[in-house]
């Protein structure tokens, strides 16, 4: 599959390298909810608790990390981005949240444009 709902920027990545080696293996979180909610959380992988309602949206890859970051949607959420290529980014700033950028005075946040019809056929065949 060439296709994926998810990726990074560069910026993204080596913030993400640095991150894993403070804090082991990391997982991303995106709910539709207030506040930071709305934005890409970061989190040590297993530390937030993944529900019956969560959607695995994809994988995060960064060179020189061996293991790949989950990022996972609530299913609500996914089912307004679903047509969706969502683009980690990072920019200066501090959310209110609980993510492990926020004491580096940064903040994770999204970038998206809609899939082509082609990226959608290849991504919804795939179960």
Request: aromatic letters at 8%.
């Amino acid at each position: 599959m060439t296709s994926s709902r998810v990726d990074l920027t560069t910026e993204a990545a080596q913030l993400l390298r640095k991150l894993r080696d403070r804090h082991g293996p990391l997982m991303f979180h995106q709910s539709g909810g207030c506040c930071d909610g709305s934005s890409p959380m970061c989190f040590p992988d297993g530390e937030f608790k993944i529900g019956a309602v969560d959607v695995h949206v994809g994988d995060l890859h960064v060179d020189g990390v061996e293991e790949p970051m989950p990022f996972w949607m609530s299913e609500s959420q996914f089912e307004y981005w679903r047509h969706t290529h969502l683009t980690v980014d990072v920019v200066p700033g501090r959310g209110s949240g609980f993510s492990v950028e926020a004491p580096e005075g940064v903040r994770f946040l999204i970038r998206s444009r809609l899939l082509t019809d082609e990226e959608v056929a290849e991504l919804d065949s795939v179960k």
